[in-house]
């Protein structure tokens, strides 16, 4: 058991390590391959041309490698080698010919490995010239030649060509270098025969000269067809015409002879050795008769015109009157212009009408009188002599449909100094058709309709309304009195003209919460669309259109903002657009609003009197009661102030009611309360109001708040008792103190109050 363990170990050893060696010998590297012609790639017929496969392979190991080579030409192997040895391949091309030309590849595989040159062109020029032979150079009428063309040396695919003269007779296409065809000639006498041929050469083709000429001669056989036709001359219309075809030295041959009778493309009988034929002669259009003759390859023909004299010609079809309308009696024609008048009598060519269903009238041969139809109708004249008959060719009568009373009417709309078209139209009549147009009586201008959708326009203007009913037009087409339409009516629309923009109501009148109506008129042909705006904005404020010349914009509950300046355009269909002039409006105050403003005022006034009277009572008590303090004692000294403001002018105190004369007496002192309160009221009424306020001030005095002295005038300060004790102020220790206007010094009152800074009590 250990030593097959052994013995399979030594070979798997063996065998590893020879398939290293061979790997190892067979490592190689196809580095480049090259295929090149010699001795160049262009080259002439039988040169001997060599293609040198060359491959460059690097390769380990001193064993040769296994080679395949192979050589492509237009993409098909034409050699392939094997080989162990790396010189070059060469593949011979010897007495190279056209057929060598195109593209070559050249390609190596090594063990699986291949690499593929790049392709090279190989041009071969030349072709050898044909060669032509017949086997037979003189043959008789109808036998059969054999022509051989031979290409010497060519190889490839071809096409031969046979030529008579310089038309191709026949053409072969052959795989091999030569063609054979037989020939056929249909005429006696020499024929030059050549021939040649084209190498096909994917994509290309080489063509070769011409062959040398080979002449074949043929002589005619004394077999020849025969054709007689009686009689031979002054054949007429209705004559019996007879014809016989037949076959003259007949060379008694085993090959079977045809007979063909024919009448231009019309064959009329058939046979073998003789042929006849009857018929009527004709006189139709020159035609020849045929007599064919055909054995084997041989055709013979002989041929004859006849020509046969006309009894009568053609008939033509004519009417009367050209042009024809409905239901109207015509007269139709028809006649043979020539007939044979010495075989043949007028009495005996007779003519009919065809189809002969429709009513005719006939009073002489050939004059038919017909009745119109309704609708086209085609007739036919026959004319017919000795059982010989024509036909004319057809006559389409179309009737013509009365034009009816044409119909006036107005394409658009009219607009006064606008132009405009008027359509006049009928709607039967046949074209063409005349339209005219009046107005009045007095005619304008003339329209032909010839077309089925064409139609009779004419370009007018009018000045006034009552113009447009003037206009007529009248329709004809053909000799008959004309119809005339009936007068145009239709609206004439007249331009707008004086835009006026009315406000109610008016215009001093115009209050807050009034209805505003913005009236816009205008003179014209309505329906009319109106515009009103403001300006300022250029979107209309309202748009209507309406049938009437006027109509209203409604404003409801006007505001002061509806102030501003209106204006209204108006346009109907002339397209004239009108704006009148601008309008102005102010909204006023509403009423109820003055009256309460009024009311307002009145009782604002009445406020103010009440306020007055009240004031002016104030003051007078007030005065009173200072009176009153002067003659009562003093009073202990209290917390409060008495403070004394004059808030008006103290002129009411003015230099007559005081006494100077330099006594010490004091004003009171002369005069008693009572009286001076009654002189005191009766100067109020002249002077202005003087008011004393009692007012209590807790904080020192504000010298800048002293109010000056104007004059005379007394001022009257703030006196008040200091609580600190301050030396500002007066302390009044039981009574008020009074100041004399009479002082010794006369010009203690009449200095500046800034200088006065301890003010003086008011005084009388």
């Given at each position: 058991?250990g030593?097959?363990?052994?013995?399979?170990?030594?070979?798997?050893?063996?065998?590893?390590?020879s398939?290293?060696?061979?790997?190892?010998?067979r490592?190689?590297?196809?580095?480049?391959?090259?295929?090149?012609?010699?001795?160049?790639?262009?080259?002439?017929?039988?040169?001997?041309?060599?293609?040198?496969?060359?491959a460059?392979?690097?390769?380990?190991?001193?064993?040769?490698?296994?080679?395949?080579?192979?050589?492509?030409?237009d993409?098909?192997?034409?050699?392939?080698?094997?080989?162990?040895?790396?010189?070059?391949?060469?593949?011979?091309?010897?007495e190279?010919?056209?057929?060598?030309?195109?593209?070559?590849?050249c390609?190596?595989?090594?063990?699986?490995?291949?690499?593929?040159?790049?392709a090279?062109?190989?041009?071969?020029a030349?072709?050898?010239?044909?060669?032509l032979?017949?086997?037979?150079?003189?043959?008789?009428e109808?036998?059969?030649?054999?022509?051989?063309?031979?290409?010497?040396?060519?190889?490839?695919?071809?096409?031969f060509?046979?030529?008579?003269?310089?038309?191709?007779?026949?053409?072969?296409?052959?795989?091999?270098?030569?063609?054979?065809?037989?020939?056929?000639?249909?005429s006696?006498?020499y024929?030059?025969?050549?021939?040649?041929?084209?190498?096909?050469?994917?994509?290309?083709?080489?063509?070769?000269?011409?062959?040398?000429?080979?002449?074949?001669?043929v002589?005619?056989?004394?077999i020849?067809?025969?054709?007689?036709?009686?009689?031979?001359?002054?054949?007429?219309?209705?004559?019996?015409?007879?014809?016989?075809?037949?076959?003259k030295?007949?060379?008694?041959?085993?090959?079977?002879?045809?007979?063909?009778l024919?009448?231009?493309?019309?064959?009329?009988s058939?046979?073998?050795?003789t042929?006849?034929?009857?018929?009527?002669?004709?006189?139709?259009?020159?035609?020849?008769?045929?007599?064919r003759?055909?054995?084997?390859?041989?055709?013979?023909?002989?041929?004859?015109?006849?020509s046969?004299?006309?009894?009568?010609?053609?008939?033509?079809?004519?009417?009367?009157p050209?042009?024809?309308f409905?239901?109207?009696?015509?007269t139709?024609?028809?006649?043979?212009?020539?007939?044979?008048?010495?075989?043949?009598?007028?009495?005996?060519l007779t003519?009919t009408?065809d189809p002969?269903?429709?009513?005719?009238?006939?009073?002489?041969?050939?004059?038919?009188?017909?009745?119109?139809?309704?609708?086209?109708?085609?007739y036919?004249?026959v004319?017919?002599?000795?059982?010989?008959?024509?036909?004319?060719?057809?006559?389409?009568?179309?009737?013509k449909?009365?034009?009816?009373?044409?119909?006036?009417?107005?394409?658009?709309?009219?607009v006064?100094?606008?132009?405009?078209?008027?359509?006049?139209?009928?709607?039967?009549?046949s074209l063409?058709?005349?339209?005219?147009?009046?107005?009045?009586?007095?005619?304008?201008?003339?329209?032909?309709?010839?077309?089925?959708f064409?139609?009779?326009?004419?370009?007018?203007?009018?000045?006034?309304?009552?113009?447009?009913?003037?206009?007529?037009?009248?329709a004809?087409n053909?000799?008959?009195?004309?119809?005339?339409?009936?007068?145009?009516?239709?609206?004439?629309?007249?331009?707008?003209?004086n835009?006026?923009?009315?406000?109610?109501?008016h215009?001093?009148?115009i209050?807050?919460?009034?209805?505003?109506?913005?009236?816009?008129?205008?003179?014209?042909?309505p329906?009319?669309t109106?515009?009103?705006?403001r300006?300022?904005?250029?979107?209309?404020?309202?748009?209507?259109?309406?049938?009437?010349?006027?109509t209203?914009?409604?404003?409801?509950?006007l505001?002061?903002?509806?102030?501003?300046?209106?204006?209204?355009?108006?346009?109907?269909?002339?397209?004239?657009?009108?704006?009148?002039?601008?309008?102005?409006?102010?909204?006023?105050?509403?009423?109820?609003?003055?009256?309460?403003?009024?009311?307002?005022?009145?009782?604002?006034?009445?406020?103010?009197?009440?306020?007055?009277?009240?004031?002016f009572?104030?003051?007078?008590?007030?005065?009173?009661?200072?009176?009153?303090?002067?003659?009562?004692?003093?009073?202990p000294?209290?917390?409060d102030?008495?403070?004394?403001?004059?808030t008006?002018?103290?002129?009411?105190?003015?230099?007559?009611?005081?006494?100077?004369?330099?006594?010490?007496?004091?004003?009171?002192?002369?005069?008693?309360?009572?009286?001076?309160?009654?002189e005191?009221s009766?100067?109020?009424?002249?002077?202005?109001?003087?008011?004393?306020?009692?007012?209590?001030?807790?904080?020192?005095?504000d010298?800048?708040?002293?109010?000056?002295?104007k004059?005379?005038?007394?001022?009257?300060?703030?006196?008040?008792?200091?609580?600190?004790?301050?030396?500002?102020?007066?302390?009044?220790?039981?009574?008020?103190?009074?100041?004399?206007?009479?002082?010794e010094?006369?010009?203690?009152?009449?200095?500046?109050?800034e200088?006065?800074?301890?003010q003086?009590?008011?005084?009388d």
């Amino acid at each position: 058991m250990g030593l097959l363990l052994l013995l399979t170990s030594m070979l798997l050893s063996s065998y590893f390590h020879s398939g290293r060696v061979v790997t190892a010998q067979r490592l190689f590297k196809i580095r480049d391959i090259t295929l090149s012609i010699e001795p160049a790639p262009d080259v002439t017929r039988d040169t001997n041309v060599t293609l040198r496969c060359q491959a460059f392979v690097s390769s380990s190991g001193q064993e040769a490698l296994s080679r395949e080579y192979r050589i492509y030409k237009d993409g098909n192997t034409i050699y392939s080698k094997n080989t162990s040895t790396s010189e070059d391949l060469l593949y011979p091309l010897s007495e190279a010919r056209v057929s060598n030309s195109g593209k070559y590849k050249c390609k190596i595989s090594i063990e699986q490995k291949d690499m593929t040159s790049g392709a090279k062109k190989l041009t071969v020029a030349g072709l050898s010239k044909p060669l032509l032979h017949i086997n037979k150079d003189v043959v008789s009428e109808g036998e059969e030649v054999t022509a051989t063309c031979t290409a010497p040396g060519e190889t490839g695919s071809f096409f031969f060509y046979f030529y008579e003269d310089t038309k191709e007779i026949q053409e072969k296409q052959v795989n091999s270098n030569q063609a054979e065809a037989r020939l056929h000639f249909s005429s006696t006498g020499y024929h030059k025969i050549h021939c040649g041929y084209t190498v096909l050469v994917t994509p290309e083709s080489f063509k070769s000269k011409e062959s040398l000429s080979v002449t074949v001669s043929v002589k005619e056989l004394p077999i020849v067809a025969v054709l007689e036709i009686f009689p031979e001359s002054k054949i007429y219309e209705g004559d019996k015409l007879d014809i016989f075809c037949s076959v003259k030295n007949n060379p008694r041959s085993t090959e079977s002879i045809n007979l063909y009778l024919s009448q231009g493309s019309q064959l009329l009988s058939s046979g073998y050795s003789t042929v006849n034929h009857s018929m009527v002669a004709l006189a139709k259009d020159p035609e020849e008769f045929e007599c064919r003759l055909e054995m084997g390859n041989v055709r013979k023909f002989d041929t004859k015109a006849v020509s046969v004299t006309e009894l009568f010609s053609v008939p033509t079809l004519t009417m009367y009157p050209a042009e024809v309308f409905q239901r109207e009696y015509m007269t139709l024609n028809c006649r043979s212009e020539t007939s044979a008048s010495e075989r043949l009598d007028r009495d005996e060519l007779t003519y009919t009408l065809d189809p002969t269903e429709s009513p005719l009238i006939s009073k002489v041969n050939g004059v038919f009188s017909v009745k119109a139809l309704l609708y086209d109708f085609n007739y036919t004249c026959v004319a017919k002599a000795k059982e010989i008959v024509k036909r004319s060719e057809t006559l389409t009568v179309r009737p013509k449909v009365a034009v009816s009373t044409p119909k006036i009417s107005v394409v658009g709309r009219v607009v006064i100094g606008q132009s405009f078209k008027i359509l006049c139209q009928s709607d039967i009549g046949s074209l063409p058709i005349n339209y005219t147009l009046l107005w009045g009586y007095d005619q304008l201008n003339i329209t032909t309709v010839k077309e089925p959708f064409q139609q009779a326009l004419f370009t007018v203007t009018v000045r006034k309304s009552d113009e447009i009913s003037k206009y007529m037009c009248e329709a004809r087409n053909g000799q008959k009195e004309a119809p005339l339409s009936k007068r145009l009516n239709a609206t004439v629309i007249v331009p707008l003209t004086n835009p006026i923009l009315t406000v109610l109501p008016h215009l001093p009148e115009i209050s807050e919460g009034d209805h505003l109506y913005l009236i816009c008129g205008v003179n014209g042909t309505p329906p009319v669309t109106f515009k009103w705006y403001r300006v300022g904005n250029e979107h209309p404020l309202y748009t209507i259109t309406t049938h009437m010349n006027n109509t209203n914009y409604r404003v409801s509950a006007l505001s002061k903002e509806h102030s501003g300046m209106y204006y209204c355009e108006a346009i109907n269909h002339a397209n004239i657009l009108v704006r009148s002039d601008l309008v102005t409006i102010e909204v006023r105050l509403a009423l109820w609003k003055k009256v309460l403003i009024g009311g307002f005022c009145l009782l604002a006034l009445s406020v103010l009197v009440v306020v007055v009277v009240l004031c002016f009572k104030s003051k007078r008590g007030k005065r009173e009661a200072a009176a009153e303090l002067s003659v009562k004692p003093s009073r202990p000294k209290s917390d409060d102030s008495l403070t004394v403001n004059l808030t008006h002018d103290t002129e009411v105190y003015n230099a007559a009611t005081v006494r100077v004369e330099g006594a010490a007496v004091s004003v009171w002192s002369e005069r008693r309360p009572a009286e001076a309160n009654d002189e005191e009221s009766s100067m109020v009424s002249n002077e202005p109001d003087v008011e004393y306020t009692e007012v209590v001030h807790p904080r020192p005095l504000d010298p800048a708040r002293v109010p000056p002295k104007k004059g005379t005038d007394t001022v009257y300060s703030e006196l008040q008792n200091s609580p600190h004790g301050a030396t500002d102020h007066h302390d009044y220790q039981g009574s008020v103190e009074y100041a004399e206007l009479n002082s010794e010094q006369p010009g203690i009152n009449h200095f500046p109050p800034e200088i006065n800074h301890h003010q003086e009590l008011p005084v009388d």
